[in-house]
């Protein structure tokens, strides 16, 4: 069992940086991969960036790369750096943990995930 809390959200600037954090329990962290998804207001849930469990594997969406940086540490962390922030940015973003096949594997696919937070809202404003 894996419980998946965020932290970090709030309201920013357009153009401002935030970091949001995933804190993850369980005992076989490392075995996880990790994703952050968000859902704006009347829209569906979309992927954001993942990382595989190594942490030497990461992919984005589009409209984030070269902003967003999502990165996981030893002590099951999960965090997504997001700089130059655009009012399109806001959502409420969640965490997602699924038991990862091989070290190097990404998901992209939110039904792929088991396990996620309660999401965190962040809102660029212009």
């Known amino acids: 069992q894996v419980q998946l809390v965020e932290s970090g959200g709030g309201l920013v600037q357009a153009g401002g940086p935030l970091r949001l954090s995933c804190a993850a329990s369980?005992?076989?962290?490392?075995?996880?991969?990790m994703g952050w998804f968000r859902q704006a207001p009347g829209k569906e849930r979309e992927f954001v960036a993942a990382i595989s469990s190594s942490g030497g594997r990461t992919i984005y969406t589009d409209s984030v790369k070269g902003r967003f940086t999502i990165s996981r540490d030893n002590a099951k962390n999960t965090g997504l750096q997001m700089n130059s922030l655009k009012p399109e940015d806001t959502a409420v973003y969640y965490c997602a943990a699924v038991l990862s096949l091989r070290s190097g594997d990404t998901y992209t696919n939110d039904i792929d995930y088991t396990y996620w937070g309660q999401g965190t809202q962040v809102t660029v404003s212009s």
């Open positions: 369980g005992r076989t962290f490392s075995a996880y991969a």
